[in-house]
């Protein structure tokens, strides 16, 4: 009789556990899924790569096309720490780690329902001076300290796939090198664009 008992509360044990890899599945992909409002996607809640620029660059108020010395596929692929933004240089690396230049890397995609509306990046604040790129193209540049900025990339975002945003900060003083507001991705629907 305890045999009995003993298999039943195994075979109950059984059915409950094959339940398992299908709730960490689901589990996952509510962890990955993307964070879409109805008109904007948050990158502050996505994880970016932070990385010092040791090589000398272009300095100061000087907009060039900069490439990450390490190159694009490496910095695309992951270099550095992972941080969430905002985020500044001194609160992630030693100071003998630190330099004037820090490289920022996020993955993301777009909806696909986005195509049709104008998309832009509202940034919050950079300190001091921030290049941005997308998919390694220069697409703005401000050089203003921690004041919000709007990008317009209507014309440079992919849709479905993988975009590579990239913010290139300059400061004099690295440990306040940084993203020091959030970065939000807006569209806007083609009847909420102005008409000139």
């Not at 629907?189 to 102005?194: A, F, L, S």
């Amino acid at each position: 009789m305890g045999f009995a008992k003993r298999k039943i509360r195994m075979s109950r044990k059984a059915k409950w556990t094959r339940f398992i890899p299908g709730l960490l599945l689901f589990s996952v992909l509510i962890s990955c899924s993307h964070d879409y409002d109805s008109d904007t996607l948050d990158l502050g809640k996505y994880q970016w790569n932070m990385w010092p620029e040791m090589e000398v660059q272009t300095g100061p108020g000087e907009l060039a096309v900069n490439e990450p010395s390490c190159g694009w596929d490496v910095l695309h692929r992951g270099m550095g720490n992972l941080v969430r933004i905002p985020a500044i240089q001194g609160e992630h690396f030693k100071p003998e780690e630190q330099s004037e230049l820090i490289w920022f890397h996020c993955r993301h995609t777009l909806p696909e329902l986005w195509a049709e509306r104008e998309i832009s990046l509202k940034f919050e604040g950079v300190s001091h001076e921030a290049e941005v790129y997308l998919n390694g193209e220069l697409v703005g540049a401000f050089l203003e300290k921690d004041s919000p900025f709007t990008i317009d990339i209507t014309d440079k975002v992919y849709y479905v796939r993988d975009n590579h945003l990239v913010v290139r900060v300059y400061d004099p003083n690295p440990g306040a090198c940084g993203i020091s507001g959030n970065i939000l991705v807006v569209s806007t629907p083609p009847d909420q664009i102005p008409r000139n």
